[in-house]
């Protein structure tokens, strides 16, 4: 099992740029959800969804789409980049939604 | 909101010693609570989860304790190696979806 990936490793774009984050998992997991994690704040939801066609918001969604249409995949679009969203960005899954996260490697987004 | 505090925000230890780190939350109505590693640069590894109704869970070298009533988890390293050197954070499930991590404490081990 890959796990969980992510992809890019690193990103950076302009003001006003969009782009899309992907994630995957292979365990055939439920649930799965987006974390920004910034210094000095631990990681917040961003949103999150317990199957495919589900999905909802979670603490701060602002700025950010999601759509699972497969229980794969888990992409986050950035619709208008600001430099408030430089942040590093994980992903995680699990069987269901109390069961252990399972996190991937991250994408650190800077926005300049 | 619950709240979930780490404190030391970083901690500096010999080999050899056991390690004890600190977690906090306000609302004690949680479902469990997690303990993740993270090395630099890489993503989150659970080490342990503990239900509500449990009092502490172990695996090796680690245990973590959790009490409720009080809003209070405790993670326990024992004889600490450089390989321990990390950020440890914790996080409480409070409901069905949102888990609400602490900031983390950078745990250093010298040789």
């Known amino acids: 099992n890959a796990g969980v990936t992510q992809t890019p490793k690193f990103q950076v774009l302009k003001t006003g740029q969009s782009m899309t984050l992907q994630c995957a998992q292979d365990m055939n997991h439920e649930y799965m959800s987006w974390y920004r994690q910034d210094p000095g704040m631990g990681l917040r939801l961003i949103h999150y969804?317990?199957?495919?066609?589900?999905?909802d918001q979670g603490e701060v969604p602002n700025g950010y789409n999601v759509s699972r249409s497969t229980t794969e995949d888990f992409p986050l679009r950035l619709l208008s980049a600001a430099p408030s969203q430089t942040s590093v960005y994980f992903c995680a899954s699990s069987p269901t939604v109390t069961d252990t996260q399972y996190f991937g490697p991250g994408t650190r987004l800077t926005v300049l | 909101k619950q709240e979930v505090t780490q404190i030391p925000a970083a901690l500096s230890v010999p080999e050899g010693e056991n390690l004890v780190l600190n977690c906090s939350f306000t609302d004690s109505a949680i479902y469990n609570l997690q303990w993740f590693r993270q090395d630099p640069g890489k993503g989150l590894t659970s080490l342990l989860l503990i239900q509500s109704s449990q009092r502490e869970q172990t695996s090796g070298r680690l245990n973590a304790s959790l009490d409720k009533s009080s809003g209070r988890s405790t993670l326990y390293i024992a004889a600490s190696q450089p390989g321990d050197s990390a950020t440890y954070l914790c996080a409480v499930r409070e409901d069905d979806y949102k888990l609400s991590f602490g900031a983390g404490t950078t745990v250093t081990v010298r040789a």
């Open positions: 969804s317990v199957g495919a066609g589900i999905t």
